[in-house]
């Protein structure tokens, strides 16, 4: 057996769109099942996003911490933003986000991984980018606002990181799997070994 997602699409007989926000929306549709009846799904649908584990020569990985309405905490994350129209290059949003939320820029750039954050419940995908050779971004910072406005910085070592994963102290998804798939990479066949930057995203399909 090939352990490997593959895409599929169920028959929808009506949908509806009960709420429209101003980045995402609620979706409700009637989804056929394999034995034939007919459910219910609710599910937020939202543009994608992208994340950026930027790590420095000291081994150590760029950090922001941000206040987060849903769950009343401050997190530690690593930067991050939505894709802002579709079709836009993932890559080209990562080094935005790079610049607007720690005014660094990289050198290097690699795809770290590609997950589905809640499949369950909402269509959100987000590419996790691994940037190395970071410098400081040319040109004034940009001008932040709202939680952004509140946000800290800090660089952290890779295996301060995993202990405070394991031992629950950090919950920020991307910041999460960023880290352990930076670890699993070093284990297996190496960084270098990562997919380039432009690779194929086909839960976002871009153009170069």
């Known amino acids: 057996m090939t352990i490997k997602d593959t895409p599929e699409e169920w028959e929808i007989r009506a949908t509806e769109t009960p709420f429209v926000g101003n980045k995402t929306s609620v979706r409700t549709d009637e989804v056929v099942m394999p034995d034939g009846s007919v459910a219910r799904r609710d599910y937020q649908v939202h543009p994608g996003s992208v994340a950026v584990l930027a790590l420095d020569d000291e081994d150590r990985v760029l950090l922001i911490k941000q206040y987060r309405h849903p769950v009343r905490q401050k997190l530690w994350e690593i930067p991050a933003g939505l894709l802002d129209?579709?079709?836009?290059?993932?890559?080209?949003?990562?080094?935005?986000?790079?610049?607007?939320?720690?005014?660094?820029?990289?050198?290097?750039?690699?795809?770290?991984?590609?997950?589905?954050?809640?499949?369950?419940?909402?269509?959100?995908?987000?590419?996790?980018?691994?940037?190395?050779?970071?410098?400081?971004?040319?040109?004034?910072?940009?001008?932040?606002?709202?939680?952004?406005?509140?946000?800290?910085?800090?660089?952290?070592?890779?295996?301060?990181?995993?202990?405070?994963?394991?031992?629950?102290?950090?919950?920020?998804?991307?910041?999460?799997?960023?880290?352990?798939?930076?670890?699993?990479?070093?284990?297996?066949?190496?960084?270098?070994?990562?997919?380039?930057?432009?690779?194929?995203?086909?839960?976002?399909?871009?153009?170069?």
């Open 85 to 208: 129209v579709p079709g836009e290059n993932p890559l080209h949003a990562a080094q935005r986000e790079l610049y607007e939320e720690a005014h660094v820029k990289a050198e290097d750039w690699r795809v770290l991984t590609d997950v589905y954050t809640t499949p369950g419940g909402c269509d959100e995908a987000v590419r996790i980018f691994l940037a190395r050779g970071l410098s400081e971004a040319d040109g004034e910072r940009f001008d932040v606002e709202n939680e952004e406005a509140d946000m800290e910085h800090a660089r952290v070592p890779v295996d301060e990181l995993v202990r405070g994963v394991f031992g629950g102290e950090v919950h920020n998804n991307c910041l999460v799997v960023g880290v352990l798939s930076l670890v699993a990479a070093r284990g297996g066949d190496g960084l270098d070994a990562l997919r380039p930057a432009q690779a194929p995203w086909p839960a976002r399909p871009f153009e170069s």
